[in-house]
C-alpha cells in the first residue's frame, strides 16, 4: 500500500492539470464514490445543492477506487478537499504528501456483513473454523475484518483459510460457485443480495467502532481555501442529517446518483443511519473519534498496510469544523 500511495504522482499530474482548470468547475475527491456507502452523503448534498447554500459551489465529485487514487487525485489537480481511508492518509503523509485530515466521516464499519448460502451449515463466527472466507484484496480492511471475526470466535487466523476473491461482487460469485464458504458484503451489495444470502455475522454486532474514512485537505488548500473547505464540511453534516430524517428521499438520490434499484438503495441507507455500534452512527458530523481511528489504524496494522508508530494527534487538523462538534485533540 505504501509503494502505491506515493507512486505514478507523475503520470497523472496532466489529468490533474485538466481537472484544476476545467471552466468553472469546484470538485472534491472521494474514494470509492458511486460504489460504496462511505460517499452516499455527498450524493445527497450534490442533489440537495447543500453545497451553494454553504457557500461552496461544488459541481462534480471525483470518484476513484480506493483513497489512494483519491489523495493522488488531490496531490495532483489541486482539490481543496477529499475523502480517504485514515490508513491510506497515515501512509501518503509519511511519504511526504503535505495532508492533514479535517473531518471525521465514517465512523465504524457497520456497512460489512458475512453471508453464505441458505442451506450452508454455518449459522456463526465460531462455525468459521476449516471454512473459506473471502476478502477483497490482500492489505484491504476486509481481510482485516475477517481476522478480528475469527480472534472474536476465539479461532487463530489459520483456523480458516482466507481466499482474496477481488471485489465484493466477485465474492458473491465465488460463493455461488463454492469456491469460499463465507462471502463478505459491504453496502449496498448487502442489501441487493439479502433476500438471496443469510447473514452469519453482522460488523456493527461483533466489531468495535473502527474509524473508516477521513476528510483530508492539503497545506496549500488550508492556506487559502479555508473558508471551502468549512463550507464542504457543514454541508456534509446537513446530508447525513437529512439521510437520517428522511431515509427514503436519501434512498432514491443516493439510487440516481449510485445507479442502483431504488430499492436497494432505500434498504441500504435506511441500514446505515439506524446502525449503532456501541452507540456510534456510521455516518458522522465531522466530529473526530480518535478510539476509532486508532483501532483502524492498529488493524491496518495487522495485515501490513501500515507499519511503526503514527502520530494521529499529529496528523489533525480541527479548525474546519463548526464550533459545536470542534474538540481538542490531545497532542
Given amino acids: ?5 506515493g507512486a505514478r504522482v507523475a503520470a497523472i499530474a496532466a489529468l490533474g492539470a485538466c481537472l484544476a482548470t476545467r471552466a468553472g468547475a469546484e470538485e472534491i475527491a472521494v474514494g470509492n464514490y458511486g460504489i460504496a456507502a462511505n460517499g ?3 450524493a445527497v448534498a450534490l442533489e440537495k445543492k447543500l453545497y451553494q447554500a454553504e457557500g ?3 459541481t462534480g465529485i471525483i470518484s476513484s477506487q480506493g483513497g489512494g487514487t483519491s489523495i493522488r487525485n488531490m496531490l495532483a489537480g489541486g482539490v481543496a478537499y477529499g475523502e480517504a481511508n485514515p490508513g491510506v492518509t497515515a501512509v501518503a503523509i509519511r511519504q511526504g504528501a503535505d495532508l492533514k485530515i479535517v473531518s471525521d466521516n465514517v465512523l465504524t464499519v457497520a456497512e460489512f456483513v458475512w453471508a453464505v448460502k441458505p442451506e450452508s ?4 463466527i465460531k462455525d468459521f473454523k476449516g471454512r473459506k472466507i473471502g476478502y477483497t484484496n490482500a492489505r484491504s480492511t476486509s481481510q482485516a475484518l475477517a481476522i478480528l471475526l475469527l480472534q472474536a470466535a476465539g479461532l487463530k487466523a489459520d483456523d480458516a483459510e482466507l481466499v482474496r476473491t477481488g471485489g465484493f461482487g466477485e465474492g458473491v460469485a465465488a460463493l455461488d460457485l463454492g469456491l469460499i464458504d463465507v462471502a463478505p458484503m459491504a453496502e449496498p451489495v448487502w442489501s441487493k443480495y439479502k433476500e438471496k444470502y443469510r447473514a452469519v455475522a453482522v460488523a456493527s454486532e461483533l466489531l468495535p467502532p473502527l474509524d473508516n474514512v477521513v476528510g483530508i485537505s492539503t497545506a496549500a488548500a488550508m492556506a487559502t481555501r479555508g473558508d471551502f473547505i468549512r463550507a464542504v464540511i457543514r454541508a456534509r453534516r446537513k446530508a447525513v442529517e437529512f439521510m437520517a430524517a ?3 428521499a436519501a434512498g432514491d438520490i443516493v439510487a440516481k446518483h449510485y445507479s442502483l434499484d431504488p430499492a436497494v438503495a432505500r434498504s441500504a441507507v435506511r441500514n446505515l443511519v439506524e446502525s449503532r455500534t456501541q452507540g456510534i452512527p456510521y455516518w458522522g458530523s465531522g466530529q473526530f ?8 489504524i ?3 496494522r495487522m495485515v501490513g ?9 499529529g496528523m489533525i487538523d480541527t479548525r474546519f469544523l463548526p464550533d459545536d462538534i470542534r474538540t481538542p485533540i490531545e497532542k
Avoid: C, T, W, Y
Fill in 1 to 5: 500500500m505504501q509503494g502505491r500511495v
Fill in 40 to 42: 452516499m452523503p455527498f
Fill in 56 to 58: 461552496a459551489d461544488v
Fill in 121 to 124: 451449515p454455518v449459522k456463526s
Fill in 246 to 248: 428522511n431515509p427514503d
Fill in 289 to 296: 473519534h480518535l478510539a476509532g481511528m486508532a483501532r483502524m
Fill in 298 to 300: 492498529d488493524v491496518q
Fill in 305 to 313: 498496510a501500515l507499519s511503526g508508530e503514527i502520530d494521529l494527534a
